[in-house]
């Protein structure tokens, strides 16, 4: 099956600085890469993924890159806000299989 | 829409007891799966299925049993529920291919076995 590990599993950083994720994965075949964001005893919901066929992707404050000859993909969160603080999840897909690995998830606190 | 529609919200199991967690999609999704999510923990792949009539086990299958006989409805069955079965469970609906498209999730299922 996929490997995937997420790092940091917690970080704090404070209200206005950058916070980033990084995810690897073990499947060189692995196309797809989403991000999810679980609040405080919610779901997890997707807030950004990208593609093999691109290196990086934005929406307002949030970003992902991705290297696919390194295999690691991270989320970026600029200008953080209180609201931000979440768990955040990574995805990796085992090929052909249906169905995917998420990581660990890392706790990110965002202090005002 | 709807979603994805998980029922109970909260749920006490004794020891020994037996239980059904519902999921329902409106969605019209192939894709199903049930996820469990301990404390401070990442997400373990229970069971998934890629149509009706399809099931096949994930990471943590032993303990439980699911059922797929409509394109909608995905139930978790916990048979002689034990307190490792503890947990949050989640049930998600993809379009597609995991590996290709989002994941949906419902609000969970905050289960305690006491």
């Known amino acids: 099956g996929e490997n995937v590990e997420q790092h940091p599993s917690t970080l704090s950083v404070q209200e206005g600085d950058s916070a980033v994720i990084k995810c690897t994965y073990s499947d060189s075949a692995s196309n797809y890469f989403p991000w999810y964001k679980q609040e405080l005893g919610k779901r997890p919901q997707l807030i950004i993924d990208?593609?093999?066929?691109?290196g990086e992707k934005k929406d307002q404050r949030i970003a992902v890159t991705l290297n696919k000859t390194a295999k690691h993909f991270s989320l970026h969160i600029t200008e953080t806000q209180p609201e931000d603080s979440a768990v955040y999840f990574c995805a990796v897909p085992n090929t052909n299989a249906g169905k995917s690995t998420f990581g660990d998830g890392t706790t990110l606190t965002v202090k005002p | 829409n709807a979603g994805v529609t998980q029922t109970p919200k909260f749920r006490i199991l004794k020891i020994g007891q037996s239980m059904t967690l519902q999921c329902t999609q409106d969605m019209n999704h192939n894709y199903m799966y049930w996820y469990r999510q301990d404390p401070g923990m990442g997400l373990k792949l229970i069971y998934y299925s890629v149509g009706a009539g399809i099931t096949d086990k994930g990471e943590v299958p032993n303990g439980y049993n699911v059922s797929r006989s409509t394109t909608e409805d995905f139930p978790l069955r916990l048979e002689l529920a034990a307190p490792s079965q503890t947990s949050v469970y989640f049930c998600?609906?993809?379009?597609?291919?995991?590996?290709?498209?989002?994941?949906?999730f419902g609000q969970g299922t905050r289960l305690t076995v006491v």
């Open positions: 998600a609906s993809s379009y597609s291919r995991q590996e290709n498209t989002e994941a949906f």
């Open positions: 990208i593609r093999s066929n691109v």
